[in-house]
């Protein structure tokens, strides 16, 4: 087995005389000790630590015409990760905004209506006037008092 080509690399070669993170270099940034740059202009995407290119990112700072703001996420309305069509793209001011979008859509696929919340023990979903919210607990009363109960009676 080769080494890479690279000097000072003594990796196997994976592709083109390249070990695997210089070839990905050599994709993503045209040279296999490429980085990404460091001035980036609209419509260039994100980069990842091992060179992917956002590439849905990259479609979204295209039609808005700038770069997209720390913080900023895009979320596929398919859910389809590999559908990068503007139209499939929704641009969220932040995360917590995208989970909400992924929480109302689920919520309307399965029972349909959006503002209703799934209950974590028994995982149906419900009106939220039934259901105790918290900032990390959403469940019924009733599931809560079954599910300590059961904790009572199977203690060692």
């Given at each position: 087995m080769t080494a890479c080509a690279f000097p000072g690399c003594d990796r196997p070669i994976r592709s083109r005389g390249y070990c695997r993170p210089h070839y990905r270099r050599l994709i993503a940034y045209g040279d296999p000790d490429g980085a990404p740059p460091k001035n980036r202009r609209a419509g260039t995407g994100h980069y990842l630590a091992?060179?992917?290119?956002?590439?849905?990112?990259?479609?979204?700072?295209?039609?808005?015409?700038?770069?997209?703001?720390?913080?900023?996420?895009?979320?596929h309305v398919d859910y389809n990760p590999s559908n990068n069509s503007k139209s499939n793209l929704v641009v969220c001011p932040d995360a917590a905004y995208h989970d909400l979008?992924?929480?109302?859509?689920?919520?309307?696929?399965?029972?349909?209506?959006?503002?209703?919340?799934?209950?974590?023990?028994?995982?149906?979903?419900?009106?939220?006037?039934?259901?105790y919210i918290s900032k990390t607990n959403v469940h019924h009363n009733r599931c809560m008092a079954a599910y300590y109960k059961n904790r009572r009676q199977n203690k060692p």
């Open positions: 091992r060179g992917y290119v956002l590439l849905h990112q990259w479609i979204a700072e295209k039609a808005i015409g700038k770069p997209l703001r720390e913080g900023i996420e895009v979320h979008l992924h929480q109302r859509t689920d919520a309307l696929n399965a029972c349909g209506h959006a503002d209703w919340r799934k209950c974590r023990l028994c995982k149906r979903y419900d009106d939220p006037a039934n259901l």
